[in-house]
């Protein structure tokens, strides 16, 4: 089945650390590849998977599962931390919920986890309905392009296929229990207006997680792709601080090395 127009994989060897970035659902790497790219060009060997059943025609999404979504950011994880010394995760929306269970499974092999409108729970009111439902119809309609930006369009689908969405609803709930087990230091960046997932989904996020490293900016220009929108040059440079200070503190030499040896002497 031929690809839609930019939803390609996105790979580019650099250094020593790496970044995992984990795109949408229903969407494709096109919606982050901005994001990956602007990390590539800071020197940054980066990984930006194709999920299963997206990229081509929702038919092809209807027969997968979150476990098939969830194992294709495992294999690319397990192969940054073959080649790179330290290894961050990027997501948006739910990507953002594939990132924090890499972060709560992983531990220490994730040295921080930045995160874009990360979704949390499916809002819809027939979300309860979804394990008869999903049987009786279809499809419903799409969430791609909730973007603020004139003449920005995402490429995803135009239809949602319940079968899936029953099993995103699933891998939600199987996320939320294991956010306690995420540790690692957590950029968090959400935009007020959005369409999609809203701000609450970050909110509930930041209070289950274990981690004390924590940062929460507003995307007060975007909506939901933001990735995409009016502040994806902003998400870009925050995240590139994020590693680059991270990464410094953990190299010999660094802050986190420095504070204990003072506290030795």
């Not at 580019?12 to 790496?18: F, H, K, L």
């Not at 409108?117 to 969430?143: Q, S, W």
């Not at 099993?167 to 996320?175: E, H, I, M, N, W």
Request: hydrophobic share 40%.
């Amino acid at each position: 089945m031929p690809l839609l127009p930019g939803a390609e994989p996105f790979r580019r060897d650099g250094g020593e650390v790496g970044v995992l970035v984990c795109h949408g659902f229903t969407g494709s790497p096109q919606s982050v590849r901005p994001w990956a790219e602007h990390l590539a060009d800071q020197g940054l060997s980066v990984a930006l998977p194709l999920l299963p059943g997206h990229g081509t025609r929702w038919q092809d999404l209807q027969i997968t599962t979150w476990q098939d979504w969830y194992a294709e950011v495992d294999r690319e994880l397990r192969a940054l931390t073959e080649r790179c010394t330290k290894v961050f995760v990027c997501g948006l929306s739910m990507g953002g919920a594939l990132a924090l269970r890499l972060a709560a499974r992983h531990g220490t092999a994730i040295s921080g986890v930045a995160l874009v409108n990360p979704a949390n729970k499916v809002h819809d009111a027939a979300a309860g309905l979804l394990p008869v439902l999903r049987h009786l119809v279809r499809t419903t309609k799409g969430i791609a392009s909730d973007i603020a930006k004139p003449g920005a369009e995402e490429v995803g689908y135009d239809r949602v296929p319940l079968h899936a969405a029953y099993s995103l609803r699933r891998f939600f709930q199987q996320v939320d229990s294991e956010l306690p087990g995420v540790t690692q230091p957590l950029l968090v960046m959400t935009s007020p207006q959005d369409h999609v997932v809203p701000p609450a989904d970050s909110e509930r996020i930041l209070a289950r997680v274990s981690s004390t490293d924590v940062r929460h900016l507003l995307l007060e220009r975007s909506y939901h792709v933001a990735t995409l929108d009016h502040d994806a040059e902003k998400i870009g440079a925050e995240t590139v601080a994020f590693i680059t200070r991270l990464a410094a503190e953990a190299a010999p030499g660094g802050a986190a090395e420095e504070a204990a040896a003072r506290g030795g002497a």
